[in-house]
T-cell receptor, first 118, second 111 residues
Framework: EAGVAQSPRYKIIEKRQSVAFWCNPISGHATLYWYQQILGQGPKLLIQFQNNGVVDDSQLPKDRFSAERLKGVDSTLKIQPAKLEDSAVYLC????????????????FGEGSRLTVL | SQQGEEDPQALSIQEGENATMNCSYKTSINNLQWYRQNSGRGLVHLILIRSNEREKHSGRLRVTLDTSKKSSSLLITASRAADTASYFCATDRGGTYKYIFGTGTRLKVLA
């Protein structure tokens, strides 16, 4: 079974530039998450999708971050314009979520996209 | 905001010893999970314990959950150098499948 794919693995940009990250979840996984992990900290949830709908984006800085999940499969996270404090690893995770009570609960993570903003 | 807080923040032990790390959380949960993260890699699921369970085992891992104290512990027995990693707890509030991660414990196992 293929895992969660993310690209690019590394990206270096100047502040005020834009960047986009792509995620392809495990086939059949309805729930997709984007997390931001700053060095030395735990992952912080940015946005959660169920199929192609947003379940929670309360921690997403919407003035500069946007995310979409086309056709309930792949997802793209965009930052525009980037700030120095956006330097972090952006982790995508997916989960098999069926009916309530049948969720396996396990999140499968990709290797992450490391962003450095200069 | 971080739902869970792990302690200790860092732990260094000798190979063969047991490692215990704790997680405290703030609100009622549906389940609690533990994940491992090797340096520069994504997170890997270790074990899930539901709110109606008190203890769970998986290989050298033992997890306990005390919902009255809003805390969980992860015990790794007979540790190996390969167990060197960061360990995070994650909680799901009320069946929303919204998983919030703690601050993590950095474990170093010395050969």
């Amino acid at each position: 079974e293929a895992g969660v794919a993310q690209s690019p693995r590394y990206k270096i940009i100047e502040k005020r530039q834009s960047v986009a990250f792509w995620c392809n979840p495990i086939s059949g996984h309805a729930t997709l998450y984007w997390y931001q992990q700053i060095l030395g900290q735990g992952p912080k949830l940015l946005i959660q999708f169920q199929n192609n709908g947003v379940v929670d984006d309360s921690q997403l800085p919407k003035d500069r971050f946007s995310a979409e999940r086309l056709k309930g499969v792949d997802s793209t996270l965009k930052i525009q314009p980037a700030k120095l404090e956006d330097s972090a690893v952006y982790l995508c995770a997916s989960s098999f979520t069926n009916l309530p009570g049948q969720n396996t609960g396990e999140l499968f993570f990709g290797e992450g996209s490391r962003l450095t903003v200069l | 905001s971080q739902q869970g807080e792990e302690d200790p923040q860092a732990l260094s032990i000798q190979e063969g010893e047991n490692a215990t790390m704790n997680c405290s959380y703030k609100t009622s949960i549906n389940n609690l999970q533990w994940y491992r993260q090797n340096s520069g890699r994504g997170l890997v699921h270790l074990i899930l314990i539901r709110s109606n369970e008190r203890e769970k085992h998986s290989g050298r891992l033992r997890v306990t959950l005390d919902t009255s104290k809003k805390s969980s512990s992860l015990l790794i027995t007979a540790s190996r150098a390969a167990d060197t990693a960061s360990y995070f707890c994650a909680t799901d509030r009320g069946g929303t499948y919204k998983y919030i991660f703690g601050t993590g414990t950095r474990l170093k196992v010395l050969a």
